[in-house]
């Protein structure tokens, strides 16, 4: 991976109201030619932080810098350099998609035309109707060619699926790979864990203002916790797992259990070692459930006393 | 890129102005054709007389009730006493289309993501849109012009005719400014329109309250109303006033600084 930050925040804050932040401290490096996935629930930050990034919003405390330039000082210059499609996307309802077009040429200039125009034909967007016209898809799909046509350094796309139908967002997510494939960053915000699974290298979480974690995506759903299956020749040995390290969320169906595991395998394998064990399987936690566990009121990674569910 | 915006603007903006010119236009007309002859403004300006002159000052009027016998007398009143209040509805609505409606709307987080300096939205957008105030009293005048043309027992001095109609944009191009001003600080388009109507209205009524009462406070408060150093029967008498003109053009640009300053150092959208 490239080492340098395309994006990097110091101790970025900002709070709306006294004492409540919508950001805090965030500390945050995205590297070039990196596709950087930024996963938080509504309200978690993820826009507020966008936002700063743009100079729309100026921080409380804290700095950062973007393409190596300040972002309050040098707000010109970095947009030049960038494109951003905003969460809630709105435009001139008066005007149509090609003349919302024509406008940020003017202002952007050097836009590559012959780019602009396999973007609208690969998103299948009809730059002929008025915004007013266009469902959420489309308007969109108007944001997203906006945002890439000038073939940007940096990409800032927040929520960028947002009312696509499944086949466009696997033709956003082949762009998006060619745009990475081309050197250039992304810098995707999104609650849909599957697309950041797909796209990103590494992914941000955010939750109320604060940054859990950093991981790659791989990492992620290989540090914490796995899922285990051991089928027994004879019946499982539920009583053995009480107490165990690291079990929780055990089922038994007939001679199979299943439980989740954090941390080693040896206590467990101890714990059942007395049996004939036929089979073990271990499965990656999807990105969902590591989400749920950074987002979840009991954080299920603790040893807990093993809950046995017995199907019938 | 200077001057994008401009244009955007002027493209974006022509048909509201043509629809604001046809319809001050017609209304202009309108005032001047419905009279058949000088001798019925005499008739007129006799009937002012005989009013009490308090209520006649409330509808704008002067305290020289024979000038309402002449033709320029006439226009004044019914034409250069009102259109101020007409323009100034255009430019709260031109105030609002600079920054407030788009940030409202969340229009204005595209418009700055682009590479566009915000003091430019504000600065491109006020000179489009006086370009537009402009427009409109220039075919306020030519409709002006055309109803004393197929008017011949109306005989106006044209000269006056021209400075009342020029007389009407530094106070136009106030109320946009101030609109912007309201715009910008507040932040919610709502709050920003409905001030600058109590703005208008309040600026009207004092002056006119106050015109009619030369004894009491508020006729020296009048001096803040916008509409004092507006004037338009003045104007037709003695013309232009170069103070008066200098009064709004400034507070016009302390408005649009003020606004620049403002918009350039605060959160958008929030």
């Known amino acids: 991976m490239a080492t340098t930050a395309v994006i990097q925040t110091e101790n970025l804050t900002k709070a709306y109201t006294r004492g409540k932040y919508a950001l805090e401290n965030l500390n945050l490096r995205v590297m070039e030619g990196e596709i950087f996935g930024y996963l938080g629930p509504n309200g978690a930050g993820k826009t507020t932080t966008i936002r700063l990034l743009l100079d729309l919003i100026r921080p409380d405390m804290g700095h950062a810098t973007v393409l190596g330039m300040d972002a309050q000082k040098d707000t010109l210059k970095i947009r030049r350099k960038l494109g951003y499609l905003p969460g809630e996307l709105n435009l001139w309802d008066n005007m149509i998609g090609k003349q919302v077009l024509d406008y940020v040429i003017r202002v952007r200039g050097g836009v590559d035309a012959n780019y602009m125009r396999q973007l609208i034909e690969r998103l299948g967007l009809d730059a002929k109707l008025k915004v007013r016209q266009y469902s959420t898809g489309n308007k969109r799909k108007l944001g997203l060619v906006v945002a890439m046509m000038s073939k940007p350094e940096l990409l800032i796309l927040d929520e960028p699926t947002n009312g696509l139908d499944p086949l466009v967002q696997q033709t956003l997510y082949q762009i998006l790979a060619e745009v990475k494939a081309e050197g250039r960053t992304i810098f995707m915000s999104s609650h849909n864990l599957a697309e950041v699974q797909t796209n990103c290298d590494r992914v941000g979480i955010l939750r109320n203002g604060l940054l859990k974690t950093v991981e790659s995506v791989h990492q992620l759903r290989t540090t914490d916790f796995q899922w285990v299956t051991i089928r027994f020749r004879n019946a499982v040995p539920v009583s053995h797992l009480a107490g165990v390290p690291g079990v929780s969320d055990v089922s038994v169906h007939d001679n199979t259990l299943r439980l989740r595991l954090a941390g080693d395998f040896d206590p467990l394998l101890r714990a059942v070692g007395d049996q004939y064990i036929v089979d073990i399987d271990t499965e990656e936690p999807s990105l969902e459930e590591v989400f749920l566990t950074f987002y979840g009121e009991n954080n299920k990674q603790k040893n807990i006393e093993p809950k046995v569910e017995v199907a019938k | ?270």
């Open chain 2, 1 to 270: 890129m200077t001057g994008v915006i401009f244009m955007d603007t002027l493209r974006r903006s022509w048909r509201t102005v043509l629809w604001w010119s046809l319809g001050v236009g017609s209304i202009t007309a309108l005032q001047i054709v419905a009279i058949p002859d000088a001798n019925a403004i005499r008739q007129i300006g006799e009937l002012l007389e005989s009013m009490p002159p308090a209520m006649l000052q409330l509808f704008g009027a002067g305290s020289d009730m024979s000038f309402y016998s002449t033709p320029e007398g006439y226009l004044s009143l019914q034409f250069f006493g009102f259109i101020l209040l007409v323009f100034a509805i255009y430019g709260i609505f031109a105030g609002l289309n600079i920054t407030i409606n788009e940030e409202d709307r969340g229009i204005m987080d595209v418009v700055l993501s682009l590479p566009t300096p915000r003091w430019q939205v504000v600065v491109e957008r006020f000179a489009a849109y006086t370009v537009n105030v402009i427009v409109i009293v220039l075919v306020t005048f030519l409709f002006l012009w055309g109803g004393l043309l197929v008017t011949p027992a109306l005989q106006v001095n044209m000269q006056r005719m021209v400075e009342g109609t020029i007389n009407i944009v530094p106070g136009t191009l106030l109320t946009v400014a101030i609109t912007m001003l309201l715009g910008v600080t507040v932040r919610r388009r709502g709050a920003a329109m409905t001030l600058a109507f109590v703005f208008v209205l309040g600026s009207y009524f004092l002056d006119t309250i106050g015109r009619s009462a030369s004894e009491s406070v508020i006729n020296q408060v009048r001096a803040i109303s916008f509409f004092a150093y507006y004037n338009g029967e003045n104007v037709i008498k003695n013309g232009l006033s170069l103070f008066d003109m200098t009064v709004l053009l400034g507070a016009t640009v302390i408005a649009l600084v003020l606004s620049v300053f403002i918009f350039q150092r605060r959160d958008i959208g929030v």
